[in-house]
């Protein structure tokens, strides 16, 4: 059984959670998931976690992310991308934007801020996804959201389209930002086109097609769990491994000596142990893989 993750280059007009499923039939791999939602529109990076891997999925989603977007300006969608019925429309105003208007827009939107998910996007509240709210006609209040925009860099612009690259923190919505770039010039804008080129430390150059995917591509194209998250690594000796399957904090004193931040432990096949996390002078457990562990040795077991 394959444990690690596939970065898959996802293809348009799917769903994440399709290419899950895709991923699973055609990979011939058990428990899957992705690590962060990507739009049906969109293509790009898009982890896949298989197996056990599925266990580290929260801390690939936690991971910084870059797109390359395209917009409109001068038209508002509903959606706030071109999949979206058209709610407004400026276009006469959107040819009068000044690329040094357009840049300085661009520059004022990086940095710290609150950011307002869109009513057609997949977060839950009072346990139904807003996009089936949206469907059904509600507009619903919604809590702003902290995100990072670490930088916005313009590509090239063509008229009223505008390409545009986007480095941006975890729970960033591309569309958002787009409609508030829109909303800052005066003209309004929609998401036309979005890749997303890299994901936390993976890009589309480590990618494979979903398209011909096999369990054979699937196996060479596996990132091991080991080589997943870019942290230090320490081995445990094997007599250590009892230890480690119990959750004793000592042995970590020990094994993990000098971490700063979070680390993992391998065994000595360079298997993964556990995820620890160093919490001032102390070390604690984030999570541990018993099923690498050698197994326990049965007392008075005779042949």
Known sequence: ?????????????????????????RGGVGKAGHTGTLDPL????????????????????????????????????????????????????????TDDALAAALAAMVGPQRQLPPMFSAIKQGGVRLYDRARAGQVVEREPRSIVIHALALRWRRGRRVAITAHCSKGTFIRSLVADLGAALGVGAHLAELRRTQSGAYTLAQAVALEGLTGEL?????????QMLT?????????????????????????????????????ERGELLALVEADGEKIKYLRVFPEFMAPVAVAGSAG
């Open 1 to 25: 059984m394959l444990h690690g993750v596939l970065i898959i280059d996802k293809p348009p007009h799917l769903t994440s959670a399709h290419v899950v499923d895709l991923v699973r039939r």
């Open 231 to 267: 942290v230090p690594s320490f081995v445990a000796p094997a007599a250590r491994e009892a230890e480690l399957r119990d959750g004793r904090p000592g042995v970590l004193a020990e094994v993990a000596a000098g971490l700063a931040g979070m680390g993992q432990i391998l065994s």
């Open 218 to 226: 699937a196996a060479r194209a596996l990132i091991p769990m080991p």
């Open 42 to 97: 969109a293509t790009g990076v898009l982890p896949i976690c298989v197996g056990h891997a599925t266990k580290l999925a929260g801390y690939l989603i936690a991971e910084d992310k870059t797109y390359e977007a395209e917009l409109e300006l001068g038209v508002d969608t509903d959606t706030l991308d071109r999949t979206g019925k058209v709610v407004a429309e400026r276009r006469e105003l959107a040819d009068q934007v």
